[in-house]
Antibody, heavy 119, light 108 residues
């Protein structure tokens, strides 16, 4: 059974860098069928895909935020890390990690973690 | 970039049929996935590849995709179906996934 769980700070200040971790279990990050995605949802708003990473370390990012995002993985502890620089209050959102390879659905989601950007 | 359009809200009486649509240019050429999301919870797939149901999703949930509109149909709606519903496709031109804006289903 695949499970994912996000962790990280609940509060960051404007201009700071956000670092979130997705702990993956039940799925090897070296598995050729592995894809971990980051998706966020501002309060009361729609889902927004941020980016993903695959077993071969290939990554893809949403165009609008590409300059601010970095996704990496640590296969030794099965963690996928999202970094987002220069945080702004509009980045306040629940951040989810979810498994899924294109063109499949995002079949397993973490519970999400709410990040608030405020001074 | 590819855009998916959903009505913000749909209301239906218990026992009736709810139809939630997702509009996109020639969406029939893409595979559409549907998620529902209850307050405070992560989204969950209810339909994938236009019309397939994951195990555990009731047969009351079905999907179709034709022309410029994909549709999620929920038959014999129950109070527990009240949630936000999102459609999603992978945009092959950008090789990135796209979500619709979501539809809030209210059970009257």
């Amino acid at each position: 059974q695949v499970t994912l769980k996000e962790s990280g700070p609940v509060l960051v200040k404007p201009t700071e860098t956000l670092t979130l971790t997705c702990a993956v279990s039940g799925l090897s990050l070296t598995n050729s069928n592995m894809g971990v995605n980051w998706i966020r949802q501002p309060p009361g708003r729609a889902l927004e895909w941020l980016g993903n990473i695959f077993s071969n370390d290939e990554k893809s990012y949403t165009t609008s935020l590409k300059s601010r995002l970095t996704i990496s993985k640590n296969t030794s502890n099965s963690h996928v890390v999202l970094s987002m620089t220069n945080m702004d209050p509009v980045d306040t959102a629940t951040y989810y990690c979810a498994s899924g390879l294109p063109p499949d659905a995002f079949d397993v989601w973490g519970p999400g973690t709410l990040v608030t950007v405020s001074s | 970039s590819y855009v998916l359009t959903q009505a913000p809200s749909v209301s239906v009486a218990p026992g009736k049929t709810a139809r939630i649509t997702c509009g996109g240019n020639n969406i029939e050429s893409k595979s559409v996935h549907w998620y529902h999301q209850k307050p405070g919870q992560a989204p969950m797939v209810v339909i994938y590849y236009d019309s397939d149901r994951p195990s555990g999703i009731p047969e009351r949930f079905s999907g179709s995709n034709s022309g410029n509109t994909a549709t999620l149909t929920i038959s014999r709606v129950e109070a527990g179906d009240e949630a936000d519903y999102y459609c999603q496709v992978w945009d092959t031109s950008s090789d990135r996934p796209v979500f619709g804006g979501g539809t809030k289903l209210t059970v009257l």
